[in-house]
């Protein structure tokens, strides 16, 4: 291999990683960024039933379209099916009951 093969293999390797370790930059700040909005849907869910009891009827609709993807009624019960992140809560919940 020729000293000019060498610098221009080396160049673009060391390009290369620059570019690797931009991209797991990024994932950890998506990372931590992930962490908190779980954080504070955490915090949301912990106050969410007082909230949806005193809350006026359109706010009320609106905290059940956030909540829920679709909502199925059988003449007697409704029957939410939960949007992500709330279905994993949900589960807690039914868990721990």
């Known amino acids: 291999m020729s000293r000019d093969e060498y610098y221009q293999i080396k160049s673009e390797t060391e390009s290369e990683m620059r570019g690797i370790e931009e991209q797991v930059g990024e994932l950890e ?3 931590q960024d992930n962490l908190e909005l779980g ?13 949806f009891l005193k809350a006026d009827p359109g ?3 609106r ?4 909540i829920c993807l679709n909502l199925e009624f059988d003449g007697e019960r409704l029957y ?7 279905c994993f809560l949900s589960e807690v919940v039914i868990a721990s009951t």
Do not use: D, H, N
Request: positive net charge; aromatic residues 14%; glycine residues 4%.
């Open 80 to 86: 939410p099916t939960y949007r992500k992140p709330f």
């Open 39 to 51: 954080l504070k849907v955490f915090e949301l869910a912990q106050s969410l039933p007082e909230q």
């Open 29 to 31: 700040g998506a990372s």
């Open 63 to 66: 905290f059940l379209e956030i």
């Open 59 to 61: 706010t009320k609709r």
